[in-house]
């Protein structure tokens, strides 16, 4: 906690410990720290490392990014892991939108958008040597907050890709459909289920309506057959 000035008013919650030095490449702790920022390495190992902290810096951007927290368990599904749900988006521009900051309302730079997405992305990789230093990150944002700077307030900057042809649409749709299937599959197979229960509903309804007319054809053919009781004694007579 700091104060106006920046003077630390609480410090030393016993989380931090000294970065490696000399020969040593990480240093080993207790698991703690907030849920949702921990590098997956981190909570695997108990090691700590300078790139540890980059990933937690990813995450850090990608809540500034989509305006959501890093864990929110009241959003369904895979929604509720930040990382989890936005990263696989933001190596695409043509996707971006769909967890850019909704309250944004479009009025960012769409390029500096898409490069600090890259950014966050470089800095989530599950290989800690992936990522990239924070001296790196560094230099990849502040060209940034200058073009944010240029963008004029009030104006909506930013451009909404354009219509996907049918194909392309199809193809996008058809792999929104598979990943959707696999996160339900991966909560207990309950797509299997729901796509199970709604074959059998639907195969029913289509059996009752195709039947209905067959039953309907035989039973009017049978009555013709038979004719009417006034018939039936007229042939006999």
Not at 92 to 102: C, Q
Request: aromatic residues 6%.
């Amino acid at each position: 906690m700091l104060s106006q000035d920046y003077t630390a008013k609480l410090s030393d919650f016993g989380l931090a410990k000294e970065g490696p030095s000399g020969d040593d490449t990480h240093v080993s702790t207790r698991v703690m720290g907030t849920h949702g920022y921990a590098a997956p390495e981190y909570i695997l190992t108990g090691h700590l490392t300078a790139r540890s902290d980059v990933y937690s810096f990813g995450v850090v951007l990608l809540e500034l990014l989509t305006g959501r927290r890093s864990v929110d368990k009241r959003r369904r599904g895979r929604e509720q892991n930040l990382v989890d749900w936005a990263r696989p988006y933001l190596r695409r521009p043509d996707r971006l939108h769909r967890v850019m900051d909704p309250s944004l309302e479009g009025s960012y730079s769409a390029e500096a958008a898409a490069k600090a997405a890259t950014v966050a992305y470089n800095c989530l990789h599950s290989v800690p040597k992936n990522r990239p230093t924070m001296r790196e990150v560094v230099d990849s944002l502040e060209p940034l907050m200058r073009m944010s700077r240029d963008v004029p307030a009030g104006l909506f900057v930013y451009t909404a890709p354009s219509e996907p042809s049918p194909v392309a649409k199809a193809v996008a749709d058809k792999a929104d459909v598979a990943a959707e299937a696999g996160e339900e599959a991966k909560d207990g197979g309950a797509s299997a289920s729901a796509a199970a229960a709604r074959k059998k509903c639907q195969r029913s309804a289509v059996h009752a309506e195709s039947a209905a007319p067959k039953y309907a054809s035989s039973v009017a053919a049978g009555n013709e057959s038979r004719g009417s009781p006034r018939q039936r004694r007229d042939r006999g007579a």
